[in-house]
């Protein structure tokens, strides 16, 4: 279950725009995020006020994203509730660095670019990333994170590459 779980969050599922029934406020699910120093980084002095008027939308199937049309979050509560806590931990760090994107007017799924080579993508996982080899993660265990069965070796070592993450273990 994990295993399809992990391998369907990547999956393009970030360009699915699932419909939602209601919009809850991101704080109350993700409590203390304002105070992450990881999520500062992405926010600035602008951290509290953008966590407390993002929204989540909570889905019936794949992961987790951001909608393009309108800047929320999407996670399905599903995995929210049983996955890794810190995949999860890390998927919201990308996230958030993709609302940020969403905010400057960033094209956030530009097709011009492979997923492994779009920078608004290297730029969320440079972020989650970071905070991994923060915890403590080294290099192999990040290419577990960043691997996903749809992934071939060579877009991961592209990716890998991009992140100056090491996968040749
Ligand atoms: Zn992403």
């Not at 993700?30 to 120093?37: A, I």
């Not at 890390?90 to 940020?100: A, G, S």
Request: aromatic fraction near 14%; charged fraction near 30%.
């Amino acid at each position: 279950m994990f295993r399809i779980v992990r391998t369907a969050r990547r999956l393009h599922f970030e360009r699915l725009i699932l419909l939602s029934e209601s919009s809850s406020p991101f704080l109350e699910y993700f409590k203390g995020f304002e105070n992450v120093e990881a999520v500062k980084k992405i926010f600035g002095q602008k951290t509290s006020e953008v966590l407390r008027s993002l929204k989540v939308d909570f889905i019936w199937a794949g992961y987790m994203g951001v909608n393009d049309y309108n800047g929320h979050i999407v996670v399905n509560s599903n995995y929210l509730n049983n996955g890794d806590r810190t995949d999860i931990y890390l998927d919201i760090i990308h996230e958030l660095v993709h609302v940020k994107q969403y905010m400057e007017g960033r094209e956030l799924f530009d097709s011009h670019y492979d997923y492994v080579e779009r920078p608004t993508e290297i730029e969320a996982y440079r972020y989650a990333v970071e905070e991994a080899r923060r915890l403590g993660w080294n290099d192999a265990k990040i290419c577990g994170y960043l691997k996903t069965e749809w992934m071939s070796n060579a877009d991961l070592k592209k990716l890998a590459t991009n992140l100056d993450v090491c996968c040749d273990r």
